[in-house]
C-alpha cells in the first residue's frame, strides 16, 4: 500500500468527472391512517379462554418476528459474502490495468438544505445528489482535484463520503443498526481535518474499517461537523476502537471530546446532532 498512499498524496488531477446524477427517489409514501375499532361482545367465550388464545397469538408472532430476523440476517450475510467477492474480482482486474485499486467503491454526494417553510417540505433524500464513484487511486484524485473545498462552499451543504452500496440515509438498511461519531471543528479547520480524514478512509487505514459505513462533512452558520457513520451501534468495543483510531489518525488530543448517537435515537427525534447519547 506504501506506492498507493504515495499516489493519493500526489494529487494528480484527471479529467473532470461526470456530472451529478440525481439520487433515487422512491415515491412519497403516507402512513395509513389508524382503525379506530371499538371491542365486540365475548361471543359466549369465557375471558380466561380469549386471554390464552390473545397471548399464544402473540407468541406466534414473536416467534415469526424471530424467524424474519434470523432469515434477513443470513441475507445480509450472504449479500456480503457475494459483495467481497465482487470486490476481490474488481480489485483484481484493476490491477491487470496497471491501476491502484482501493479496498472499497465509493461515491462521493453532495446536499444543499434550504431554508424557510418550501425547504421544510422537502424530503431529506430528494436534497442528496450522487457526484461521482471511484474504485482506485487513480479515479479518486481525478474527483477530489475538482470537488470545492469546505471554505468555499455556503453554510447548510454536506458532502458525503460513502461505500457504494450504502446510501448516506439513516433507514438505509447496512445504516439503520449503526450510528455515528461526530467531530465539532472551528470552520477554518474543518477543511483539513475532513481532507485527512477522507484520505484514512479509502486508504484502509482506520481500524475497524470493515464496520465504517461513510463519512459526512457538514457545513453550519456556527462550526462545521464531521460525522463518521458505523453499520453496529451495540459492539461497544468497535465503537470505541473506532473512535480512538479517528482520535490517532487526526493527531486529535486526549482532551478532545467527541459525540456519538445511534441512528435510531435521530429518527426518533429527527436530529442529526442533537441529543448525543455518548461522549469521550
Known amino acids: 500500500m506504501a506506492e498507493a498512499r504515495d499516489t493519493w498524496r500526489s494529487g494528480n488531477a484527471g479529467p473532470s468527472p461526470e456530472g451529478a446524477v440525481p439520487a433515487f427517489r422512491p415515491s412519497a409514501m403516507r ?3 389508524g382503525l379506530n375499532m371499538r371491542p365486540g361482545p365475548g361471543n359466549g367465550v369465557p375471558a ?4 390464552g388464545e390473545a397471548k399464544a397469538e402473540q407468541s406466534g408472532e ?5 424467524e424474519e430476523r434470523q432469515r434477513q440476517a443470513e441475507e445480509r450475510e450472504r449479500a456480503e459474502r ?3 467477492e465482487e470486490e476481490k474480482q474488481r480489485r483484481s482486474e484493476e490491477l491487470k490495468k496497471g491501476l491502484h485499486p482501493l479496498q472499497d467503491c465509493y461515491v462521493f454526494w453532495f446536499s444543499k438544505r434550504g431554508s424557510g417553510p ?5 424530503a431529506y433524500e430528494d436534497t442528496i445528489k450522487r457526484i461521482s464513484e471511484f474504485s482506485t487511486v487513480e479515479g479518486f484524485w481525478c474527483t477530489y482535484c475538482h470537488l470545492l473545498k469546505a471554505n468555499a462552499l455556503p453554510n447548510y451543504t454536506d458532502y ?3 461505500k457504494k452500496s450504502i446510501r448516506p440515509l439513516w433507514e438505509d438498511d447496512r445504516n439503520r443498526a449503526g450510528g455515528k461519531w461526530i467531530l465539532r471543528f472551528n470552520k477554518k479547520l474543518s477543511g483539513r ?5 477522507v484520505l484514512a478512509l479509502i486508504g484502509d487505514q482506520v481500524d475497524y474499517a470493515d464496520s465504517v ?3 459526512v462533512l457538514s457545513l453550519r452558520s456556527g462550526e462545521d461537523i464531521i460525522s463518521v457513520w458505523n453499520r453496529d451501534a451495540s459492539d461497544q468495543q468497535a465503537t470505541m476502537l473506532l473512535r480512538d483510531s479517528i482520535k490517532k489518525h487526526l493527531q486529535l488530543p486526549p482532551s478532545y471530546l467527541m459525540e456519538y448517537k445511534p441512528h435510531d435515537a435521530s429518527l426518533k427525534d429527527h436530529s442529526s446532532f442533537r441529543n448525543t447519547w455518548l461522549r469521550g
Open 31 to 33: 402512513a395509513a391512517p
Open 48 to 51: 380466561e379462554k380469549r386471554e
Open 62 to 66: 414473536a416467534e415469526l418476528s424471530s
Open 82 to 84: 457475494q459483495r467481497e
Open 118 to 122: 418550501a425547504a421544510q417540505r422537502t
Open 160 to 162: 458525503h463520503l460513502f
Open 193 to 197: 481535518y475532513w481532507e485527512e480524514l
Open 213 to 215: 459505513c461513510g463519512a
